[in-house]
C-alpha cells in the first residue's frame, strides 16, 4: 500500500459531509480544563469558582512521568498502589478538593518516565507497555471510591479517565514518522494503539462499575507531511493509522476541535487542502466526519470534547477574538454540541488566562482577576 494511504483514507472520510444532526443528545455534561489553576492556585479560591460556574466535569493530566509524574522511580509492583515508587499527592488532594465542591473529575493519563523509555522526554513512548496498563490499573484502583489514602480518608472516586493528550501533535507522542522498509508510517499512531489498549485494559481490570475510558483526544489538525519542519497526522487520518495499528476498544472516542483562525466561528468549516482536495483539520463545524469514521470503525460511540475555546484580544492580537466574541462563541458552541447526539461532553479550555501571552489566553477571567463577558456565558450554559 503507498505510504500515503492515510492522506487517501481521511481525505475520503472528509468528504462524507458536514451536517449536523437535528436530534439533540439526551445529555451532554459540560466542564474546564484548568491545569495551571487546578494544580497552582490557591485552591479554596479556584473550586470555589469552579461551583461559581457550575462546572460538572474537570480534567486534569494524570502524569504518569515528567515533573508532575506519579512514578518518580521504577515501580517494584506497577499494579500497587503504595508502592513506593508512586507519589500520588498532587492527585489525591485534586480528587478530595472536586468532591468536596461537587465536581466529577476526568483523568488523562499522560506522559512517559524516563526509567520507562531510556531516558527519554515525557513526549516518547515506553518500552514495555505492560508498566502504563500497570500504572492505569494502580490509578483506578487508588481512585476507586473505596481506597483509603495515606491519612486515612477513603479517596473519592474517579470513573472518566482518557487516554494520552493529543497524540498526533509532537509536542505530546514523538516520533509522528519513521521510515520502514522504504515507507513511512504513521509511528504515532501505532505507538498509540499500544498506549490505548494498556490504559483501558488496566482500567478496566478493576472491574469497577460505570468506569469509563477514552481514546484518541486528538489535536484539530496535523500536515500529514514527514518531511516537514514539524510533521504531525490529521484527526481522520491518525483514527485509520491506529486502528490499522491495532487499536481495538474504547468507551468514548476524545477530540479537541480548536478552531483555526480568529476568523472562524464555531460553525465556519475549515478549508480545504491546498492541493483542493477535502478538509483533513477536525474543527467543530464538521465533527461528523470524524464521529461517522468512528462509527465506522468501531460502531457507535460518544464523543467527548476534551478542549475548546478561543483566545481574547486583548491580550493576544494575533489569534484572539474580541471579549464580546469569545462569550458569544462559547454559548453558540456549546449550543453546537449540545444538538449532536454523539457528543455526550464538551470541556472549555482555561478559566484563567496563563501569564505569557505567548501560552493561551482563552480564560473567563485575566490573568489579573477580571472577569470577561464569557464568564457569565458559561456559568448561564444550561446543565
Not at 492505569?136 to 477513603?154: K, L, N
Not at 483514527?239 to 480568529?262: Q, S
Not at 491580550?315 to 462563541?329: E, H, I, L, N, T
Request: aromatic share 12%; net charge positive; hydrophobic share 40%.
Amino acid at each position: 500500500m503507498s505510504n500515503r494511504w492515510w492522506v487517501l483514507a481521511a481525505t475520503l472520510a472528509a468528504a462524507a459531509g458536514f451536517a449536523v444532526p437535528a436530534s439533540a443528545a439526551p445529555h451532554m455534561s459540560i466542564g474546564v480544563y484548568d491545569e495551571g489553576q487546578t494544580f497552582f492556585g490557591n485552591l479554596d479560591q479556584v473550586f470555589a469558582q469552579y461551583q461559581t460556574l457550575h462546572v460538572g466535569v474537570l480534567r486534569v493530566n494524570l502524569y504518569w512521568g515528567g515533573t508532575l509524574g506519579v512514578a518518580k522511580h521504577r515501580p517494584f509492583s506497577a499494579t500497587d498502589p503504595r508502592d513506593a515508587g508512586y507519589d500520588w499527592s498532587i492527585y489525591d488532594r485534586t480528587a478530595l478538593y472536586a468532591a468536596a465542591h461537587g465536581l466529577k473529575l476526568l483523568f488523562s493519563i499522560t506522559g512517559t518516565p524516563r526509567w520507562a523509555n531510556g531516558g527519554g522526554s515525557p513526549n516518547r513512548p515506553p518500552t514495555n507497555y505492560n508498566l502504563l496498563r500497570g500504572f492505569a490499573y494502580a490509578a483506578a484502583a487508588r481512585y476507586s471510591g473505596t481506597y483509603v489514602g495515606d491519612d486515612g480518608r477513603v479517596l473519592p472516586a474517579v470513573r472518566l479517565w482518557a487516554a494520552w493528550n493529543e497524540p498526533n501533535n509532537p509536542a505530546f507522542l514523538r516520533p509522528q514518522f519513521v521510515r520502514s522498509d522504504g515507507k513511512w508510517v504513521v509511528a504515532s499512531a501505532q505507538a498509540y494503539a499500544k498506549i490505548c489498549n494498556a490504559i483501558y485494559t488496566g482500567v478496566h481490570a478493576t472491574l469497577f462499575k460505570g468506569e469509563q475510558v477514552a481514546c484518541g483526544v486528538t489535536a484539530p489538525r496535523g500536515n500529514n507531511n514527514p518531511n516537514s519542519g514539524r510533521p504531525s497526522v490529521s484527526p481522520v487520518a491518525f483514527l485509520v493509522a491506529a486502528k490499522r495499528a491495532g487499536m481495538r476498544k474504547f468507551d468514548a472516542y476524545a477530540h479537541n476541535p480548536y478552531y483555526g483562525v480568529p476568523t472562524e466561528t464555531p460553525t465556519t468549516r475549515p478549508p480545504g487542502t491546498h492541493s483542493g482536495q477535502a478538509p483533513t483539520a477536525i474543527t467543530l463545524a464538521n465533527i461528523n466526519v470524524l464521529i461517522a469514521e468512528v462509527r465506522r470503525l468501531y460502531g457507535p460511540h460518544p464523543l467527548w470534547i476534551t478542549e475548546y475555546g478561543y483566545q481574547t484580544d486583548p491580550p493576544d492580537s494575533q489569534f484572539g477574538v474580541s471579549w464580546a466574541k469569545q462569550a458569544r462563541y462559547l454559548t453558540q458552541s456549546f449550543a453546537v454540541a449540545r444538538r449532536n447526539p454523539s457528543i455526550s461532553l464538551m470541556l472549555w479550555f482555561l478559566v484563567r488566562d496563563e501569564p505569557a501571552v505567548a501560552g493561551w489566553q482563552s480564560g473567563l477571567i485575566t490573568t489579573g482577576g477580571k472577569k470577561k463577558p464569557s464568564f457569565n456565558a458559561f456559568r448561564n450554559l444550561p446543565h
